[in-house]
């Protein structure tokens, strides 16, 4: 099985990874401005695309597989509730692109992806078509991380070898989603783990909400406006729900409600669509007309984009920038180069192309969706236990050291490869 990384290595973004010259795993882009594509676009022509969640870094660049036509354009494997997700992101890229000057693919490309599309649901064992004459064979399992998204477990017939790739996973708890299930992944010889949080253990999560809440308390008690800034899928209706169950009534702006509109319709893959349902019909949601109103008085907004890259919450940034009673709470991880880690950083962010000093309140609370060190080192123990006997690590910024860890401490072999490596694997 020939591996080759189109991205994602030593970095958080843009995952794409090609198996065989024509099986592709992801096909992201790194949401940075301009955003950064996988290497080789508009050379590869892959006859499968599966697609593990709908996080723009994973599915962003799927439809632009699609210009080469109908009779040339891949098949592709994803929960429906990632392909109506994709579709809602790969159309905001869309306007994004003609606001910041970058075209990667058109209405007609989204279309097209839709037509291509192959439903999968968790746990079954399907046939790759197109690709194969049925000599791979494909397995999604809950990946625990956002609705829909999925671990990836690809056999090769003919080779009579498999590979497990965890795209983006989570087995802690969550309000919105069922955990990952390691007992119930399949074996693989290869295993490809992502390694977001590697050598960071995330806090316990009652104690987060905790200390999220007393600071948003406060906040409002001073007269304050309290900013969450929180990606549209997966964050934004998390956060609505922790807020909802200790009585908090947020403000709701940006794309994070089109989203729960979009999970409403796909029950099954939430772990309580009554208590999601429940916490959005409380909330106030906002539009452009009404953002005046929602800052006129003590208020917790809830607002894309969660890493500052653009979004309503660059308005209510410039507003409360100089009001020391207001708080910006960032909900998660902010990738180097984005505007979030700017203000962590230094202080400032731009907003138009202005820079702006931040002076309200900064604070970082890790309402992560990923898998925590110790959870990840388990990962790669368990599937070696079980026989894998090659582990690459990506999507994180540092791969390297992780690898180091498998190799120095369990003498596994385990590479953290470089964008554009290719590795073959007998
Ligand atoms: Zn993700």
Same mark, same amino acid.
């Given at each position: 099985?020939?591996?080759k990384f ?6 958080v973004?843009?995952?794409?990874i ?12 790194r949401p940075? #401005?301009p955003? &950064?594509?996988?290497?080789? $676009?508009g ?9 593990? *969640?709908?996080?723009?870094?994973h ?10 036509g ?18 809602? !992101?790969?159309? #905001? ?12 693919f ?6 097209e /992806?839709?037509? *291509? ?5 968790y ?11 049925? #000599? ?40 919105? /989603? &069922?955990?990952?299930?390691?007992d +119930?992944?399949?074996? %693989?010889d ?9 050598d960071?253990? *995330? ?5 987060? +909400? ?34 909802h169950s ?16 979009l ?6 893959f ?6 999601l349902?429940d %916490? ?7 539009? $452009?007309k009404?953002r005046?109103?929602? !800052? ?11 890493? !500052? ?5 660059l308005y209510?940034l410039?507003?409360i920038?100089?009001?020391p009673?207001?708080?910006? !709470?960032?909900t ?9 880690r700017r203000l962590?950083e230094?202080?400032c ?21 990923h %898998? ?5 080192k388990?990962?790669? $123990? ?10 690459? /690590?990506?999507h994180? +910024?540092h ?10 401490? *369990?003498?596994?072999?385990a590479?953290?490869?470089?964008n554009?490596? +290719?590795?073959?694997?007998e």
């Open positions: 099985m020939k591996i189109l991205g994602s290595c030593n970095e973004g843009r995952s794409a090609l198996v065989d010259g024509k099986i592709l795993l992801d096909y992201g882009l940075s #401005d955003p &950064e594509i996988p290497l080789g $676009s050379t590869i022509f892959p006859k499968s695309v599966i697609v593990s *969640h709908a996080h723009l870094d599915s962003g660049m799927v439809p632009s597989l699609m210009s080469a109908r009779d040339m354009a891949p098949d592709v494997y994803m929960t429906p509730i990632t392909s109506a997700l994709t579709q809602l !992101l790969g159309r #905001d890229t869309i306007k994004v692109g003609k606001d910041q000057g970058f075209v990667f058109g209405e007609e490309d989204i279309r /992806m839709d037509a *291509h599309t192959h439903a999968v649901t746990g079954n064992r399907i046939p790759l078509d197109g690709s194969s004459n049925g #000599d791979y064979e494909l397995e999604l399992c809950n990946a625990g991380h956002i609705p829909g998204s999925s671990a990836v477990y690809l056999r090769k017939e003919s080779e009579n070898i498999s590979l497990f790739y965890t795209g983006d996973i989570k087995m802690d708890v969550s309000r919105l /989603m &069922e955990s990952a299930s390691p +119930e992944f399949p074996a %693989a290869i295993l490809l783990i992502e390694s977001t949080y590697y960071r253990e *995330h806090r316990n999560r009652k104690e987060l +909400e905790r200390e999220f809440i007393d600071s948003i308390t406060e906040t409002l008690d001073s007269g304050g406006n309290a900013i969450v800034p929180c990606f549209a899928v997966g964050r934004t209706q998390e956060l609505v729900m922790i807020l200790y009585g908090l009534v947020p403000y709701v702006d940006g794309m994070g409600l089109s989203v729960f509109r999970f409403k319709n796909h029950p099954s939430l772990k309580d669509a009554k208590a349902n %916490a959005f019909s409380d909330a106030q949601f906002v539009n $452009s009404r005046k109103k929602a !800052l006129s008085e003590p208020s917790v907004i809830v607002t894309t984009a969660g890493m !500052l890259s653009g979004g309503p919450v209510y410039k507003k920038h100089e009001d009673r207001s708080k910006v !709470l960032l998660g991880y902010q990738i180097e180069g984005t505007n979030g962590v230094e202080g962010v731009e907003t138009n192309g202005e820079i702006v000093k931040v002076n309200a309140g900064v604070e970082q609370y890790d309402f992560s969706a %898998a925590g060190d110790s959870e990840l388990e990962l790669v $123990s368990r599937f070696c236990r079980n026989g894998t006997e090659v582990v690459f /690590m990506v994180g +910024e791969t390297e050291e992780f690898a180091a860890w498998a190799r120095e401490n *369990h003498g596994y072999n590479i953290a490869p470089k554009g490596e +290719e590795f073959v694997i």
